[in-house]
């Protein structure tokens, strides 16, 4: 730690850009929860958030090749 230290000597100088960045993406986040997020939440039903998650490929392939798949469930 001593040996980054000495190279930057503290300067706090640099953290400007990074805070212009978190501020430009905590107002896109504000943006997005007073516009898009009602409508979103309208518009998706319990029903199509099951199916999208189901549909997603990560699931799609464990299902696949689970005993839930009829054409390869094991008979004991």
Do not use: C, K
Not at 43 to 48: K, S, V
């Amino acid at each position: 730690m001593a040996d980054i230290l000495a190279i930057d000597e503290n300067d706090r100088s640099d953290e400007r850009g990074f805070a212009a960045v978190a501020r430009l993406s905590e107002l896109g986040a504000e943006i997005y929860e007073l516009t898009l997020r009602p409508l979103v939440q309208a518009a998706i039903t319990p029903q199509i958030a099951a199916a999208i998650r189901d549909g997603h490929p990560a699931r799609v392939d464990r299902l696949i090749f689970s005993d839930r798949n009829p054409m390869i469930a094991i008979t004991v």
